[in-house]
Each structure stands twice: as C-alpha cells, then as structure tokens.
C-alpha cells in the first residue's frame, strides 16, 4: 500500500495543546464497524458501551521525564537528548540535536556536571547510544531533578500540571510517550467500569523511538518498526482468555496494547504470558487474532497508528470518520479526544 494512502488535511486549529479537565469530559467518537454507523458522545459515557464480562486492557508504561538539556564538554554547545530506550542501568538509546555536534565520543554535561554522558554508538536519525556517569545518588533521582516530560513537537506550551501528561494508572517507568488513549480515564470511570462487571486488566509496553520515527518509504510494507519492551504476566494472560472464553470482549485502551497484545497472541487468539521485543507493524490486511474493540486517540497523517487503525476497522471507515470528526470540530492528537471502535 501507498503512503499517501493514510493522508488526510487537518487544520491547525484542531491539533489540542491543552487536556480538557476533568479527563474523562473529552469527546468520544464511536464507530460501529459493522453498520457504518458514527455517534457523538463524551468519554464518560464509555461505560454505555461495555458489558458486564468485558475485560478492558491498558498499558501502565510511566513517561520518563526522559528530556534532558546539557553541553558539550570543551565547547559548551548546547546539546538536547531525549532518552528512548534503557539498555541497561545507566546505559540509553536516545535521540540528539543537534546530531552533528555530537559525534562518537563525545561527552555531554548536565546540571553543574553531576550527571554526565559519553556517547558509545551513532545510529543515523540522531540516534545515540549514551553511557551516563555520576558520583552520588541514582540515576533515576537525577533525572527527576534534571530532566523535563517529552511533550510531542506539534504540543507549544507545557501542561500547568506536569502529571497530565501520565494516565491516571501509570506504575512502571520507561516510556519516551504516554499511550495516549489512557489520559482520558479517572480514578472515577475505572471504578464505575468495574462497578458494572469490567475486568480491568494492566500489561506492559514502553513506548519507545517508533512514536517519534515518521514513515519515510512510499510503499508501507518497506517501513521497519523500531523494537519496544513489553511484559504481559501470567495473571493477566489468564485473565483475558477466561473472558473471551466466556463471551467477553477484548477492548484494548490504545495501539500499544493492541500491539502488545497481538504480539502475544496464538493464531487461535490465546493470550500467551512472556516479556520481550515486539516490532510487529500492523497495517491493512493483517488479521486480528486476540482485539474485539479498540480505544484510540485521532493520529497524525501518514503515521503507522493511523494505519493500525485502519487495519482494524477498515481505511475508508477511518478516513471517512477522521473527515466527520474534522468536520464536528473533534480535538486531535495526544491531547486530544478519543474514538471507540466497536
């Protein structure tokens, strides 16, 4: 398939640069795939449309204030670095700029030199492989302390609240994004979901450099995903294959937990309990093996979410209701509103 293919006009004016308050307040798109059919409502009404026996799946993946800020040693180049992805304790991939100030060996400081970096590999994009040295405390405090939340380029101004850009349920460290899907969920909707017989249900993925790497090739099938950590638990695999064996529905809260998720999956749809690498890409034409409904957020042009999306409920359906959501004045992106696809 064609690039441009997953394209779509979007005026500027409906790129969101502030999250609606309270979270749950932000619209709610529902596309019922099977009847061509579009609703508008508002998220708090999710509950309107799961089941008891339902079991709904999110990422608890916690953003990193993974931005930080620091100079070049011997020069004093400013130098910013955005941690993508641990490889071990004090060792990142991350992504530089600028890229050409920094070539193998150099070394970036920070603060007032308490935390340092050399870089070991060079990988084309911007991308670096650092190794940090510091001489007191964890690298962890210091990065709370020196580093900023990496908002996406298209969000000017940073939320007066820094949490905002967490789901309300974020527990384990390591994401350079929030999965987005998520932010709309209070404390309050989770509890009423369960309240009316949702499973709710916690997996892994740490959202990693393929949110940020545009598809650069005009045949889709020619784009390689970058790798992303996942960890699905035994407690949880079981869980989603008792309900489905029982008659409940999957309903993944965003792309990573869709790809987490079919990553995991047996062709016949059975949830399997492991950690590792996923680069599964998916785009129109793959068959779903273990997703019945879908959460999502409305996604850049010509990126591989939308194409995701488009596999799951068909590209003319999706493009048709971007067009609908565009026309309705819906807000897009990460702060924006959501969609439901049942």
């Known amino acids: 398939m064609r690039l441009d293919e997953f394209d779509y006009n979007l005026p500027p004016d409906l790129i969101a640069q502030t999250p609606v308050e309270p979270r749950d307040a932000s619209r709610l798109l529902v596309l019922h795939r099977g009847r061509d059919y579009i609703e508008h409502r508002h998220f708090y009404n999710l509950p309107d449309y799961l089941r008891e026996g339902d079991v709904l799946v999110l990422n608890e993946t916690r953003v990193l204030p993974a931005r930080l800020w620091g100079r ?7 130098i910013e670095v955005l941690l993508l992805t641990r490889r071990d304790r004090d060792t990142w991939e991350a992504l530089v700029r600028p890229a050409r ?10 603060g007032r030199g308490e935390l340092k970096a050399r870089v070991t590999a060079v990988s084309g994009d911007g991308g670096r492989v650092l190794e940090f040295t510091y001489q007191e405390g964890s690298f962890e405090a210091l990065l709370d ?6 908002l996406p380029p298209y969000i000017k101004a940073k939320p007066e609240e820094p949490g905002r850009y967490q789901t309300v349920y974020a527990r384990v460290d390591g994401s350079a994004a929030a999965p987005t899907a998520g932010l709309h969920f209070t404390p309050r909707l989770l509890e009423q979901l369960r309240d009316q017989g949702v499973q709710i249900i916690y997996l892994l993925l740490h959202v990693g450099l393929g949110t940020f790497r545009p598809v650069k090739v005009e045949n889709i099938e020619e784009h390689h995903m ?7 638990t035994p407690e949880a695999a079981t869980a989603i294959n008792a309900a489905r064996a029982r008659g409940g529905r999957v309903v993944a809260v965003g792309t990573t937990v869709v790809r987490t998720l079919e990553t995991v999956a047996t062709g016949e749809g059975l949830i399997r309990p492991g950690k590792g690498w996923t680069d ?22 010509k990126s591989t979410l939308i194409m995701l999306v488009s596999a799951f409920a068909g590209r003319e359906k999706i493009l048709a209701a971007y ?14 509103d959501a969609m439901l696809i049942l």
Do not use: Q, W
């Open 226 to 232: 970058h790798a992303e950590y996942y960890e699905v």
């Open 280 to 301: 599964i890409f998916i785009y129109p034409g793959y068959r779903f093996k273990a997703v019945d409904c879908l959460i999502t957020n409305f996604h850049l042009p």
């Open 145 to 150: 302390r020196l580093g900023e939340m990496p």
């Open 101 to 110: 100030r920094v070539p193998l060996g150099t070394e970036i400081i920070f």
């Open 72 to 78: 070049r040693a011997g020069t004093g180049a400013r």
């Open 323 to 336: 067009r609908t959501a565009i026309a309705e004045g819906y807000r897009f992106f990460s702060f924006g």
